[in-house]
Nanobody
Framework: QVQLVESGGDLVQPGGSLRLSCVAS????????MGWYRQAPGKQRELVAA???????NYADSVKGRFTISRDNAKNTVYLQMNSLEPEDTAVYYC????????WGQGTQVTVSS
C-alpha cells in the first residue's frame, strides 16, 4: 500500500521558518522524482520544488533562495526547508512522487500570519 505522509505544517509569523517532511512507503522511493506542491484557497495547485532520483532540484521562481528541497533515500523521506516565509506562502502543501505513476499525500497546512 502506497503512502505519503506529510508533517511539519504550522502557523508561523512572517519571516519565520518551517521544515516539512514526507515519509514514503509502498514503492521504491529512490527511483522516484519527489516534489512539493501547494494549493492556496481559490487557486490551482502549483509546483513548489522537486528533486529527481539523481538529486537534481528545481524551484518555483517565487520560492527560489528561500526554500530548499532535499531527500534521504535511506529514510524514504523528502524534506522542504522553508525560510523567510511570507503570507503568500500560506497554503496546503502536498507531497508528490512521480515516476511511471504519480502518488499524492494528504497535505499539511502552512499558515503564515502575524
Amino acid at each position: 500500500q502506497v503512502q505519503l505522509v506529510e508533517s511539519g505544517g504550522d502557523l508561523v509569523q512572517p519571516g519565520g521558518s518551517l521544515r516539512l517532511s514526507c515519509v514514503a512507503s509502498g514503492f521504491t522511493f529512490r527511483l522516484y522524482t519527489m516534489g512539493w506542491y501547494r494549493q492556496a484557497p481559490g487557486k490551482q495547485r502549483e509546483l513548489v520544488a522537486a528533486i529527481s532520483s539523481g538529486g537534481i532540484t528545481n524551484y518555483a521562481d517565487s520560492v527560489k533562495g528561500r526554500f530548499t528541497i532535499s531527500r534521504d533515500n535511506a529514510k524514504n523521506t523528502v524534506y522542504l526547508q522553508m525560510n523567510s516565509l511570507e503570507p503568500e506562502d500560506t497554503a496546503v502543501y502536498y507531497c508528490n512522487a512521480r515516476w511511471s505513476v504519480a502518488y499524492w499525500g494528504q497535505g499539511t497546512q502552512v499558515t503564515v500570519s502575524s
